[in-house]
């Protein structure tokens, strides 16, 4: 069961539902309670301007993604207020559309089991009202049994505007949501379900139901063509190896070609170097990067974005076996290059580097590659800022437009004097460095061998921000996040704009 969606023009305080959401902001300095968000003025006037004294009352401070709910008494035509808060406002006094996303994320998830609501957020921010309540509602239920799945999701959402372009910017942002739950929905699949032949079959129906052009490789189409890293990482398994390409035309005119790279290990035992077993089962998340790719090259054509957008998507499960590939072994990757096995638990550079080089031979005007790579990330960052790597402007473009969706991101440079640690005595370079420190940009740094020069690239690491073991929080609920979707999909429709 998904929510269902509706724009509608009309007093809150008459709109027929089982709860209208209002929003909340925090008392202001020397204040003695929260204050009621624009939007919400016909529901107040129904309570004879009290309606945030009485929500004050029940504990409500308006600080972010706190719910707090309120019988109506029949004083509206809803029974319910269930009021969000949306934390501090900008310096500007005006909500950013983050807080209204999270807010929106927050009260969907409390209306969970509701069957129709009506919000006024769509006053503040039509399109991030939107998106949060569509991804707070998400559930991934598949796997569970009649009976054992508790409340589903609010069924239907009535967003409250009087924007004339409504409907356009509804559609929009629903289909950007809708490519975010496709991810999570890939991302959460197990591993014994989504396996290199499987996932490419999935990526399949999606292109071809896009009217995407797709090729996938199997492991003799990659032997074939000299696929050193994938087939290496793939070769411990019993479930051979795929490379999926998947290409949007951008229509007649596109404004520029972009390649979009993707880790799809969807299974990572980290190999002969195997992980310990402690949360071992979130590895089935480190196919995020490809999930995010696909579900973006999906959207982009879903949209009709003038950018001409590939997809080159590796896939392939890490396993420790007798025919596993080894530390010491020597790959020759894509395109010619050697590189010295140090560490089989550092996979997803491998598989990526092949697939870096052959997006590569499309002469893209851009390069982006994501992926669940380092531990190193989460080091840095924690789990829900991706690090951001690459051509310094392009890297510098794509972390302003994954702070601004939301998503979070922060640039981070390569410097040149971890690059010797990468040499290898055998092979052009080592897949890892001898020591621990600056993991991440060292693996940055390693792609980066592979990239055309003169191509603006970025890489976003999102080995934190792709998956969230914790508990819930704004619109983002347990495992898979579909983080980057959203900063991708920005990132395209600012080069469809300005190039």
Do not use: C
């Not at 379900?193 to 490419?200: G, R």
């Not at 090259?297 to 007798?322: C, I, K, R, Y």
């Not at 590939?325 to 990526?352: F, H, Q």
């Not at 992926?371 to 829900?384: D, H, P």
Request: glycine letters at 14%; zero cysteines; a negative charge.
């Amino acid at each position: 069961m998904s929510t269902e969606l509706r724009i509608r023009n009309e007093s809150a305080a008459t709109a027929e539902g089982d709860a209208v959401v209002v929003a909340l902001l925090p008392a202001e300095e020397n204040g003695n309670g929260p204050r009621l968000a624009p939007g919400a003025e016909e529901v107040d006037a129904a309570f004879d301007g009290g309606l945030a004294a009485e929500l004050a009352l029940a504990g409500a401070t308006g600080k972010a993604e706190e719910v707090v709910k309120l019988t109506t008494r029949g004083a509206i035509a809803a029974p319910l207020v269930v009021a969000v808060g949306l934390g501090k406002p900008d310096a500007g006094g005006a909500s950013e559309p983050e807080q209204v996303r999270r807010a929106a994320g927050a009260a969907s998830r409390a209306l969970a089991g509701t069957g129709r609501a009506v919000s006024t957020l769509g006053r503040l921010d039509l399109s991030a009202a939107a998106e949060g309540t569509l991804l707070g509602a998400y559930t991934f239920d598949a796997y569970k049994g009649s009976g054992a799945n508790g409340k589903g999701p609010v069924g239907q959402v009535d967003l409250l505007t009087g924007d004339d372009t409504a409907e356009e910017t509804l559609r929009r942002a629903s289909a950007v949501a809708g490519a975010v739950r496709t991810a999570r929905d890939l991302i959460n699949t197990p591993p014994n379900d989504l396996y290199p032949e499987t996932f490419a079959a999935r990526a399949r129906e999606l292109g071809e139901a896009a009217g995407l052009q797709v090729e996938v490789l199997d492991d003799a189409a990659l032997a074939e063509g000299g696929y050193g890293g994938v087939l290496g990482v793939g070769q411990g398994s019993s479930r051979k190896p795929r490379l999926v390409r998947l290409t949007w035309s951008g229509g007649d005119s596109p404004r520029a070609k972009v390649a979009l790279v993707g880790k799809g290990i969807t299974f990572d035992t980290g190999g002969i170097s195997i992980k310990p077993a402690a949360n071992m089962d979130h590895m089935t998340s480190d196919m995020s990067g490809a999930a995010a790719v696909i579900a973006t090259t999906v959207l982009a054509a879903q949209l009709g974005l003038p950018v001409a957008v590939t997809a080159t998507v590796p896939m392939a499960e890490n396993m420790p076996s007798d025919t596993a590939y080894r530390p010491g072994d020597v790959l020759k990757m894509y395109g010619g290059k050697t590189v010295e096995v140090l560490n089989t638990d550092a996979e997803g550079r491998l598989i990526l580097a092949d697939a870096i080089v052959r997006a590569g031979k499309d002469a893209p005007d851009y390069l982006i590659e994501t992926s669940t790579l380092t531990g190193a990330q989460v080091v840095a960052l924690g789990t829900r800022t991706a690090g951001i790597m690459g051509s310094d402007e392009f890297r510098d473009r794509v972390a302003g437009h994954a702070q601004a969706t939301g998503e979070g991101g922060w640039p981070m440079p390569l410097p040149e004097h971890l690059r010797p640690d990468l040499d290898s005595r055998v092979a052009d370079l080592a897949n890892v460095t001898n020591h621990r420190f600056g993991g991440m940009l060292a693996a940055g740094i390693f792609l980066r061998e592979f990239v055309p020069a003169d191509t603006p690239w970025v890489h976003i690491d999102v080995a934190g921000p792709a998956f969230n073991a914790g508990g819930p929080w704004g619109y983002t609920g347990k495992g898979g996040t579909g983080v980057p979707v959203r900063t991708m999909f920005a990132v395209l429709s600012d080069i469809a704009e300005n190039g």
